[in-house]
């Protein structure tokens, strides 16, 4: 049995689905990732397994049990953590402040060793964690949405777009990151326009294409199908 | 100039019932974004419970002290309990409406509970002599001349706003509401309940309420059913003076606009017979000048 399930989810804004019946599976230690265009539907997806939009139809299983009923803040207590497309960090609080609402879900327990850990992970964190977080650039914030997330000690954790508008160096920080982490076996689902980086780590890959999966394989897989380089890496 | 000092020291007083009131409005709309106009008559129902129970239910044999003290509590927790229950029915199945839409209920919800009073409670439309539970008594600081009363107003202001803001600034709840005010879908993915942080704010909102209800027994006897009105808009001019949303911005918004109506009460010809008109000078010149407030934020970013 995978981690989490997703049968057949189906979204929708108003009258426009979004998603029109998408399954997907990650398993226990896997890199999960999600890639496509614009549109495609990734974030939507996102935002519904963590309970911040409700399906209309389809199921989400995690760990067999359902969470497409669960409200937002049960689904983080059953260990799914997400930091969002865009990094939305808490821009008036600290950097601490930041990281201690990541484990707001906890209380109590051992929350200063975690904190200690992110710290030790991003050091640029650590000399600003007093600093207002909306202070902090572009990559520092995107390493605070992480280290954020973390927070919750997730058994799966969701990544939207953490490359996004980052420099170069920034992006293969975070990238080495993700790495570092997939290496300390934890369960990761990706969102990613960067599909070459994302193939790379990736055990399986899922391609979506206006709210359906049109494609699915393995990491390396994908990285080689003829298809998926002239759509999404910029081959012809 | 002991004129002057003597205004200042009676603006402090009035500036401090402002801001316990203002601070309800601030918080609930840093967290909802609606102006809960039903405030004021919250915190009219406040005075309300707090009167009731001396009325009705106290024996009058009850030292005055304790009386005091339950007054204020029970004061303080009808306000909190009604904010809640007006939270729940009338704003909470609005919450993904219009703006427009809660806005319009509120100015509902105060007329409907100014009206409740006014028919239901016994002799509702007849004011109420409030209970003097506090020694009279005056000192003289250099020629200020201050009552008991006006200090205690003063002190337990002081009091429940250093507690809020402990509370607000350091407790994890606190922090959660901060988050929710900020961004609330990213707060929820914290694993933060947002609807039970808002039902707390206007908890928070309706127990200074209520704590102002007794003030203003105290200070201004009788109550009425009317008194939520002035108050609830001079306490809304004081937080939109402060910056709306912003807790510092309230108190500070509440002491300056006590301060101006008491000074100008005096120093303005004629000022005493126009004494309820200078909080709306001052709310037209703050939306003129400076819309955001002393210390408001400029946009709120929100994606």
């Known amino acids: ?236 | 100039m002991q004129q002057f000092f003597q205004q200042l020291s009676d603006g402090l007083v009035l500036g401090a019932l402002y801001a316990l009131i203002a601070l309800g409005y601030t918080m609930v709309y840093g967290i909802v974004q609606l102006i809960n106009f039903a405030h004021g008559e919250i915190f009219m129902v406040g005075a309300f419970g707090g009167y009731t129970l001396y009325h009705y239910v106290l024996p009058s044999s009850l030292p005055s002290g304790i009386a005091l003290l339950l007054v204020l509590l029970v004061a303080m927790l009808t306000s909190a309990l009604l904010a809640a229950f007006v939270e729940r029915v009338a704003y909470r199945p609005l919450r993904n409406a219009p703006r427009l839409a809660p806005l319009i209920t509120a100015i509902g919800v105060s007329i409907a509970l100014q009206e409740s009073i006014r028919l239901f409670y016994p002799n509702g439309s007849v004011g109420k002599p409030f209970p003097q539970l506090f020694p009279r008594g005056t000192v003289d600081l250099g020629g200020v001349t201050l009552t008991y009363v006006d200090l205690f107003v003063i002190s337990l202001a002081l009091v429940l706003m250093l507690t809020l803001r402990t509370f607000v600034f350091r407790s994890a709840t606190g922090r959660a509401m901060r988050a929710t005010a900020q961004d609330p879908d990213t707060a929820r993915l914290m694993g933060v309940d947002t609807d039970r942080i808002i039902v707390i704010t206007f908890v928070l909102g309706g127990l200074l309420a209520g704590a102002a209800g007794v003030l203003q027994g105290m200070i201004a006897s009788p109550i009425d059913f009317k008194i939520g009105f002035i108050a609830g808009l001079k306490a809304f001019t004081a937080a939109v003076l402060g910056g709306i949303g912003n807790i510092t911005g309230a108190v500070l918004g509440g002491f300056t606009l006590g301060i101006v109506e008491a000074l100008a009460t005096q120093y303005v010809p004629n000022g005493s017979a126009l004494k309820d008109s200078f909080a709306f000078v001052v709310l037209v010149l703050v939306l003129v000048f400076r819309p955001t407030g002393l210390l408001g934020e400029s946009v709120r970013s929100r994606a």
């Open chain 1, 1 to 236: 049995m995978s981690l989490l399930e997703v049968r057949d989810l189906r979204v929708a804004y108003g009258a426009i689905e979004a998603i029109k019946g998408i399954s997907l599976d990650v398993e226990e230690g896997q890199v999960v990732t999600l890639i496509g265009t614009n549109g495609a539907g990734k974030t939507t997806t996102l935002r519904t397994l963590s309970g911040l939009l409700r399906p209309v139809a389809g199921q989400v299983l995690f760990d067999g049990a359902r969470l497409d009923k669960l409200k937002a803040h049960e689904i983080v207590a059953r260990g799914v953590a997400h930091a969002p497309e865009g990094r939305r960090i808490f821009p008036l609080m600290t950097v601490e402040e930041n990281l201690e609402l990541g484990a707001y879900s906890r209380k109590g327990e051992a929350i200063a060793q975690d904190v200690a850990e992110v710290f030790e992970r991003f050091p640029r964190l650590h000399e600003r964690r007093a600093q207002k977080a909306g202070t902090l650039s572009g990559g520092e914030q995107q390493m605070l949405a992480i280290g954020r997330a973390l927070m919750s000690r997730p058994r799966l954790l969701m990544l939207d777009e953490p490359s996004m508008g980052l420099s170069p160096i920034m992006i293969q920080l975070i990238f080495d990151t993700v790495a570092e982490l997939k290496a300390a076996g934890t369960t990761i689902l990706l969102v990613e326009q960067n599909a070459s980086a994302a193939l790379a780590l990736a055990d399986t890959g899922y391609v979506l294409e206006t709210g359906r999966v049109v494609l699915t394989g393995t990491g390396p897989d994908l990285l080689t199908d003829e298809n998926v380089r002239k759509a999404y890496l910029g081959e012809d």
